[in-house]
């Protein structure tokens, strides 16, 4: 993979990222980070050049908020109202959505379905409060391809009206980025086999918007480390070695916390984990942190570098690391629940339902129920009562994995391949496997029109994409 002579070549310059510089923000009394956003904040997207691969090369041409990619992290208290003002400098329209975030529906912002998009010198004003605590994420809804692959996207943090004890609260923003061998942006979007197979896959992973080289803890510190998957179609799998961090929640929602399976943390686009990582590495001691998602490209995405000083404490810290929960409604499964299917079909090697050559004549190649997103000429997959139970089995018949999203709700994953899921968890972006089925349950306790889709952008922009009423 190209990437693997990129990231070679140029991740070895002790280019300290911004990566490090969070981990470096120190902590003000309340637990808020020092260079956290003030609110109301403005959001202003447009171009920027930003010095993604280093100092050594030529800066980036991208698209910022701010003139940051990503954009101001904007950390809020849980119930704090969060209002942002959004401001367009692209040459294209824009929204603002807020990902995994329970919102009214008019602050979603999905072009035509919950709002009119920002057109090029307009604004929009975003107000909604943060009743779920958790690691949100921010990104356009418009044109989702090129405009979060040119680096619009940045983090919301709700904390805990009491977060867990912790010596540090870093976020690292993962994206991945298609790059050219100038160090530009390859302008391929929408364009080429990405679209019918595995998404625009890039070359070049960065953490917070540089390529990581090493960061900075010390022996005995406990971080909370929140990743968020910014990236338009890649998953990772990352081994973070023996530190054997412990997942503390998943899509912003607390779970028991336990160590991921097979030592390996999975975030697929879109997600977002929750760890606590003790560091347990003596004094000097590095450890590499791998992403062996596609056991054949296994690289190092970073170095957890031990400083050479005396450890913070002998032991790990003693202190409990379960969140609590978020004010979720419990679904309740019962036979006045909702059940609907959704199946997944088309793409490269996998089924086509009847009677869709015209769809792909358009450039349409995923379908959900027989329909790609232009199929269904605004019209809702189905509509659901308010309050009432909605459980939807999802089945992928299709020969490529999906993130799927459901925008305004979290909910529970009830069973994987027919097998009930013990551990219960929250999401709002489900990965579904090649030929998979995934069973979720939520109380569709909030009018209004929600998309569904896949986060893989490129799947999304051709057909992996509905929406479902609550009425
Ligand atoms: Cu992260 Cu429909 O979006
Ligand atoms: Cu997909």
């Known amino acids: 993979m190209k990437g693997q002579f990129m990231k070679s070549a140029i991740s070895r310059r002790g280019l300290m990222g911004s990566a490090l ?13 020092a260079g956290a956003a003030p609110l109301p904040l403005t959001l202003t997207a447009g171009p920027a050049t930003l010095p993604i691969i280093g100092d050594k090369w030529p800066d980036t041409k991208v698209w910022a908020y701010n003139g940051v990619a990503p954009g101001p992290e904007i950390r809020v208290r849980q119930g704090d109202m969060v209002r942002v003002l959004a401001r367009n400098n692209l040459e294209q329209p824009t929204t603002v959505h807020w990902h995994g975030v329970r919102l009214p529906n008019a ?8 709002q009119a998009a920002i057109p090029p010198g307009g604004e929009f004003s975003y107000e909604f409060q943060a009743v779920d605590a958790g690691s949100f994420w921010y990104h356009p809804h418009v044109n989702t391809s090129e405009q979060i692959g ?14 867990v004890k912790v010596d540090r609260d870093v976020t690292w923003i993962i994206d991945d980025w298609l790059l050219r061998d100038t160090g530009q942006i390859d302008d391929s979007f929408g364009r080429g086999m990405s679209m019918s197979h595995g998404g625009r896959i890039g070359n070049t992973v960065t953490i917070n918007g540089r390529i990581p080289t090493e960061i900075a803890v010390k022996s005995g510190e406990r971080i909370r480390l929140r990743l968020i998957n910014v990236a338009n179609a890649r998953t990772f799998g990352l081994d973070f070695g023996k530190l054997a961090p412990k997942i503390i929640a998943l899509d912003s929602q607390p779970v028991t916390p336990h160590e991921p399976a097979n030592g390996r943390v999975v ?7 929750d760890l606590i990582i003790d560091m347990t590495g003596a004094p000097g001691e590095k450890i590499q942190v791998i992403d062996n ?5 296994t690289y190092e995405l970073v170095t957890i570098s031990h400083d050479e000083g005396k450890p913070l404490r002998e032991s790990p810290l003693d202190a409990p690391i379960a969140l609590p929960r ?10 006045q629940a909702r059940r609907e299917l959704i199946v997944l079909s088309g793409g490269a090697m996998g089924r086509m339902p009847p009677g869709v050559d015209k769809y792909i004549q358009q450039g349409q190649y995923w379908f959900l129920n027989d329909l790609p997103s232009k199929g269904r000429a605004d019209e809702p997959i189905f509509t659901v009562k308010k309050g009432q139970t909605c459980v939807i089995g999802l089945v992928n018949e299709t020969g490529w994995e ?3 999203h459901l925008h305004g709700f979290a909910f529970r994953v009830l069973s994987r391949n027919g097998k009930p899921n013990m551990r219960g968890e929250w999401l709002d972006t489900v990965l579904i496997g090649r030929q998979e089925t995934v069973e979720l349950a939520f109380v569709a306790d909030n009018p209004g029109d929600w998309m569904f889709h896949c986060h893989i952008l490129e799947h999304v922009a051709t057909g992996m994409g509905c929406f479902l009423r609550v009425a």
């Open 21 to 33: 510089a969070a981990g470096a923000m120190t902590l003000l009394p309340g637990g808020r980070l």
């Open 107 to 114: 602050m979603d912002g999905v072009p035509d379905l919950t």
């Open 150 to 163: 040119r680096g619009l996207s940045g983090a919301l943090i709700v904390e805990e009206k009491e977060p």
């Open 267 to 273: 975030i697929a686009a879109a997600q977002r984990v």
């Open 293 to 297: 998602y596609f056991s054949r490209q």
């Open 326 to 335: 978020n004010p979720l409604p419990e679904p309740v499964v019962d036979d």
């Open 402 to 404: 999906h993130p799927m």
